[in-house]
């Protein structure tokens, strides 16, 4: 089994920072992209940003220059700062992750962390 746990959501004002963390644990032969998605009442999933096992990384136009996607491979974990926050970047943020266990390659997802930004 493999599990995904997030953290580092909250309530911030307009203009302020937080920083999510997710850890992927289990039976993990490799990780491959990892990623954060974002879901919004009423609207669909959408990307915010990829990194592959690299360290390469890909953003949304809307967070780009706001938002930085890292990763530590020995942790097995990825994080999403998020500065200069706006109210429309209110969502359910979601970890995302391509992991190897054996021979097969599978999307694992996290349950989501809240992050609501007051204007």
């Known amino acids: 089994q493999v599990q995904l746990v997030e953290s580092g959501g909250g309530l911030v004002q307009a203009g302020g920072s937080l920083r999510l963390s997710c850890a992927a644990s289990?039976?993990?032969?490799?990780?491959?992209?990892m990623g954060w998605y974002r879901q919004a009442p009423e609207k669909q999933r959408e990307l915010v940003a990829t990194?592959?096992?690299?360290?390469?990384?890909n953003y949304a136009d809307s967070v780009k220059g706001r938002f930085t996607i890292s990763r530590d491979n020995a942790k097995n974990t990825v994080y999403l700062q998020m500065n200069s926050l706006k109210p429309e970047d209110t969502a359910v943020y979601y970890c995302?992750?391509?992991?190897?266990?054996?021979?097969?390659?599978?999307?694992?997802w996290g349950e989501g962390t809240q992050v609501t930004v007051s204007s």
């Open positions: 995302q992750s391509d992991i190897t266990r054996g021979r097969l390659t599978f999307s694992y």
């Open positions: 990194v592959n096992s690299g360290g390469s990384a």
């Open positions: 289990g039976s993990i032969s490799s990780i491959n992209a």
